[in-house]
């Protein structure tokens, strides 16, 4: 597949999973702050997903490499949210942002902490891909987010086709798993199956490996 093809087709495949929800794109059974920060966190991730196409799509995947990064944090911090935040860490997170906010805010789990919360406490059908993504990516990013050595050698030498493809492969991973975390938000067991099930019919543009397919969640 090539770039121009690959960017058409994960277009289609978010105008698919967005078909699925109302204009407004959130619907929550529950309305209540933690229930409101998995949603922005979630459509947060799938925005990351929306500009990194583009800065591939301007021939800028430097930064495209770089929002991956961000978009996978997106994720997890939605994930975390969801099964793994205490009553006090989402009351930090949803107060009004003032100094006082900020400060408190400060002793929050961090990336790691986060990560090894959700491996505890979430389904294996999302703890197992966001574990496997941290482990072959997560030093190769932080290079791209921080001008490290990966991003100065694919600028200087350039970037392999193989490895920008596979990137937006990812980052419609981590968009499909963004959006089933919202479908799970809604309460309705058609639109998670409907949004889970897109995989189906969209494997070309997602990540081949079968962890990031799996149905054993409850997202």
């Keep these: 597949m090539t770039m121009d093809s690959l960017l058409d087709r994960s277009e289609v495949f978010d105008e698919a999973a967005l078909a699925g929800f109302p204009e407004t794109r959130v619907v929550l059974a529950v309305s209540d702050d933690k229930h409101e920060l998995i949603a922005v966190a979630c459509t947060l991730c799938i925005e990351h997903g929306h500009v990194l196409r583009s800065a591939f799509a301007l021939h800028a995947p430097g930064s495209g490499s770089a929002l991956l990064r961000l978009q996978y944090e997106a994720l997890l911090r939605g994930a975390w949210l969801m099964f793994a935040a205490t009553a006090t860490q989402i009351e930090k997170l949803a107060n009004a942002l003032d100094v006082e906010a900020e400060q408190a805010a400060r002793n929050l789990p961090g990336y790691s902490e986060m990560l090894s919360a959700v491996l505890r406490a979430a389904p294996e059908g999302l703890a197992a891909p966001l574990a496997e993504f941290h482990r072959h990516s997560r030093h190769a990013l932080n290079s791209f987010v921080h001008s490290g050595i990966h991003a100065l050698h694919r600028t200087r030498n350039g970037y392999p086709t193989d490895l920008a493809l596979n990137v937006i492969r990812f980052s419609n ?27 189906q019919d969209y494997s070309d543009c997602l990540p081949m490996n079968p962890t990031w397919v799996t149905e054993r969640s409850s997202t």
């Excluded at 991973?173 to 995989?199: C, E, I, P």
């Design 173 to 199: 991973g981590l968009s499909h798993f963004g959006y089933r975390l919202l479908a799970s938000l809604s309460g309705s067991q058609r639109r998670m199956d409907r949004v889970t099930r897109l995989y």
